[in-house]
């Protein structure tokens, strides 16, 4: 996963509650792989009706340019699918800011390189209603912590260890590697003293 | 050393080292995988790393388990069950596949083999990795990068979620169950209420549960926005997990006895927030919108947008619409197309012995399915002949796995279909596109089937329990 500080493009505001996982791809999709793009589905059954044509009162049908999402409280609520990051990532998107995330959906977004930017709610707001439903250039900037969108810039909150993590482009499992000893150690440790934590049988 | 709530002391204990920026790595003492996992697998596979702790890795087909026709196995399904089967194969890891008689959902099934246990830490590629707290076990679910990560090294990289203590006060009504606490307090402080803590639950009624009502309970933490739940164990904990195939036994167990005995919260230690609800004040509970929050006492009447602030409005108008109900009309009574027993939420097998208490005698006036949360759980209630109260009411009588509760294995809800459903969910779309979904307690889910309405449970148990 790259890294990156910056990054510069149009915001769009998808003025609802709970967009939970769910939403954000429904389960029938779930079982293609990766490398063939989930793209598609994003928030499929919002933006395509029964007969997959597309709704055109869907913001997102409207302006498929947009790539930083503004969206109202509880975003990515529900399930630990990473497909529904899959879905925001491979259509394009680079960072939703929403009043509040789901804790699990936003370590996975944080893991794919997508930004979940807590704003308070008055100012998401603000943001929807300057919108007012048609995109506008926004830029966020990780360093400084700041959302800027057509024009007016915002604090986001979003845990150091994220940030760092968005920044470097960390890899988990290489970072941890590094810790091998220490792990086969507290195993053995741990394995001694509480015999009772390895499964029977 | 100062006091310590059980979720430090849980934290404490697995953590292997703590970064400057307060990242902890953990270790995994269980982890458990299921056919969603496959893109964790194929991010191992892509760099050759091999599963690091097979033996404590543990692969289980419920989320596309058929709960119909075992024997002939098609497309997506197919091809879901046996990837998890060769991954299984390739990593050496135990298998709880769709032929073998512990099959069941994982939350489900790690519970009743001993997989869980007081003192772990359990993580698993599923948000409802939260029911394994209600044995004291520090578990929470994880994205499938994580799932990765676990795979390759046993263990995980984790901040200390804050500390919320949930008190439950007074006691429980006859047909009030754990899952009406759970829709109360949810429905109290919001879906995102308790976002990024773990919550102990405590007070008399959370003691006075049983362990499945506890999973139950745990379960739905995720739903009110919790990283996990934990309820500290006790004797009802200890009792459930002696003799359980993977539990310990004889001088391990009397080590764990020792070490569990530890596993609660000091009594001066202090949690970042408390919350208190009365459990004399819950009523058999109804989801009636599209987030679990949306919940109310089946007394209830349908809130009216008109009555509430503008934000709200909006949404509510938005739930209502979707859900097909009136502003004002009673909850009760609104007719249902079909019902739903099962999920990791309520599957197990005292869900099913008060969904019969309802059901016996009575003919369901709508189809409903009942998929038991494993498959001990399905020879334990057919042993108990509540198999044949299911189907002399008219309901359809499965195999195990997650099944309607998210549709995957083709148990849907047809659009614009209303479900009374003992599951965790009520999202637009989750139960099937267009799908109508009534979150509710099994027996609740029971007295609808009865009055083919949503319905109060407590008139229909009279004498019953």
């Not at chain 1, 300057?130 to 959302?147: F, K, M, N």
């Not at chain 2, 006859?174 to 919001?190: H, Q, R």
């Not at chain 2, 949690?271 to 919940?295: K, L």
């Not at chain 2, 637009?428 to 099994?442: D, F, I, V, Y």
């Amino acid at each position: 996963m790259a890294g990156w500080t910056q990054h510069e493009g149009r915001a769009l505001a998808l003025p609802m509650e709970s967009i939970d996982t769910d939403q954000l791809i429904p389960a029938r999709f779930m079982s293609v792989p990766r490398r063939d793009g989930y793209g598609p589905y994003l928030l499929h059954d919002m933006r395509f009706d029964e007969d997959g044509q597309a709704r055109p009162d869907m913001p997102l049908n409207r302006h498929p340019e947009a790539n930083i999402l503004i969206a109202r409280r509880n975003f990515g609520s529900g399930s630990s699918r990473e497909a529904a990051v899959y879905a925001l990532v491979d259509y394009g998107i680079r960072a939703v800011i929403a009043p509040s995330f789901g804790d699990i959906f936003a370590a996975n977004a944080v893991n794919n390189g997508l930004l979940p930017a807590r704003v308070p709610a008055d100012v998401v707001e603000e943001m929807i209603e300057a919108l007012g439903g048609e995109t506008a250039d926004a830029r966020v900037d990780l360093e400084a912590g700041t959302v800027s969108v057509g024009g007016s810039a915002a604090a986001f909150e979003l845990d150091p260890v994220w940030r760092m993590k968005l920044i470097n482009g960390w890899d988990d499992i290489d970072m941890t590697a590094q810790h091998a000893k220490e792990i086969t150690a507290f195993r053995d440790a741990r394995r001694a003293a509480h015999p009772w934590a390895w499964p029977r049988g | 050393m100062s006091a310590r709530t059980l979720l430090d002391k849980l934290w404490d204990g697995h953590e292997i080292l703590r970064r400057d920026d307060g990242a902890s790595l953990l270790w995994v003492d269980r982890h458990l995988v299921h056919e969603g996992s496959h893109h964790a697998f194929a991010k191992i596979g892509e760099r050759g790393l091999p599963v690091a702790q097979p033996e404590l890795t543990f692969a289980v087909a419920d989320h596309y388990a058929p709960t119909r026709d075992r024997d002939h196995l098609e497309g997506d399904i197919a091809r879901m069950i046996r990837t998890l089967e060769d991954n299984a194969a390739r990593h050496g890891l135990r298998l709880f596949g769709l032929r073998d008689p512990r099959q069941g959902i994982v939350h489900v099934l790690g519970p009743e083999q001993g997989l869980t246990l007081p003192g772990l830490l359990v993580n698993c590629g599923d948000s409802h990795t939260s029911t394994h707290g209600a044995l004291g076990a520090l578990a929470f679910g994880i994205g499938a990068t994580e799932v990765a990560h676990v795979l390759a090294t046993q263990t995980i990289w984790q901040r200390r979620p804050k500390r919320m203590r949930l008190t439950v006060t007074g006691t429980l009504g006859e047909g009030v169950s754990a899952k009406d606490v759970a829709l109360n307090w949810i429905a109290k402080l919001g879906a995102d209420g308790a976002r990024g803590h773990a919550i102990e639950y405590a007070g008399p009624v959370v003691r006075g549960l049983s362990m499945e009502g506890r999973m139950t309970l745990c379960n739905l933490s995720i739903e009110g926005g919790a990283r996990l739940g934990l309820v500290a164990p006790d004797e009802v904990t200890f009792e459930y997990v002696k003799g359980r195939p993977f539990a310990p036994e004889g001088a391990a167990l009397e080590r764990a006895m020792e070490d569990w005995a530890a596993l609660v919260s000091d009594a001066d230690a202090t949690f970042d927030r408390e919350e208190v609800i009365d459990g004399d004040e819950i009523a058999p509970t109804v989801t009636w919108g599209t987030s679990p929050e949306e919940a109310l006492p089946i007394g209830a009447s349908v809130p009216d947008p008109a009555n509430l602030p503008e934000g709200r409005a909006a949404r509510a108008r938005e739930a209502l619409d979707y859900m097909g109900l009136t502003p004002g009309r009673t909850l009760e009574g609104t007719p249902v197309d079909q019902v739903f027993i099962g999920s990791c939420t309520n599957g197990r097998i005292e869900d099913l012995r008060l969904a019969a208490a309802v059901l016996k005698g009575r003919k369901a006036r709508v189809p409903g399915l009942v998929s038991p949360g494993s498959a001990l759980v399905k020879k334990q209630a057919e042993a108990e002949g509540l198999d044949r109260i299911f189907t002399e009411a008219g309901l359809d009588w499965v195999e195990a796995g997650c099944s309607m509760c998210v549709g995957m294995n083709g148990d849907l809800v047809a659009p614009g279909k209303r479900c009374a459903s003992s599951t965790n969910r009520n999202f637009k779309g989750r139960q099937g596109r267009g799908a109508r979904t009534h979150l509710m307690s099994p027996a609740m889910v029971a007295a609808a089937a009865v009055t083919g309405a949503l319905s109060d449970v407590r008139p229909l148990l009279k004498g019953r329990v």
